[in-house]
């Protein structure tokens, strides 16, 4: 189960979950405290910025990223659950959820699993960056960049409302 929330809720949602694994999508200089109860190697850090194309001053999503991202889902045993977060729970969380839904459910369509995804979260707006770049190393010809333009942007929001996302094989 992925859990995804706000950086405002990591602590909470980590606790009701009972979540060994964190995942952080956050800006540089955004501090994120790990809770304790997950250990340091069950968290991964990825500094960048919620931007789709490249801005001065800004670090773009990309394939490093990605990469890390997979990775780390890769090796998640998924006996407990895994919190993922960003600044507000709408952007970089939602792609990173999807992508790890996408990732660890090879045959999962993108098409139900992006309505999946707006179902959950009527905020969700999956960065289309991360998304692009996921698409492309995960050989999906398109599918998830058309599955996520087809469900369009989330309802306006400060913040997102936590919510779980389950992985189907």
């Not at 507000?88 to 992508?99: E, F, K, L, V």
């Amino acid at each position: 189960m992925i859990h995804v929330c706000s950086l405002s809720k990591v602590e909470e949602t980590v606790a009701r979950t009972g979540a060994e694994r964190l995942l952080s999508l956050l800006a540089a200089g955004t501090e994120v405290i790990r809770p304790a109860s997950i250990l340091a190697e069950n968290h991964l850090h990825l500094v960048m910025h919620d931007i789709a194309v490249a801005q001065d001053g800004m670090t773009m999503p990309g394939e490093e990223h990605v990469r890390a991202l997979l990775d780390f889902a890769y090796r998640w045993d998924r006996a407990k659950p895994m919190v993922v977060h960003c600044y507000a729970g709408i952007s970089r969380s939602t792609a990173s959820a999807y992508i790890i839904a996408a990732a660890l459910a090879p045959k999962r369509d993108e098409a139900e699993l992006a309505k999946t995804l707006r179902f959950l979260s009527p905020s969700a707006t999956p960065n289309p960056r991360l998304i692009a770049v996921a698409d492309t190393l995960l050989g999906r010809d398109g599918r998830m960049i058309a599955a996520i333009a087809a469900i369009g942007r989330g309802a306006d929001a400060f913040e997102g409302t936590p919510f779980e996302l389950t992985i189907e094989s």
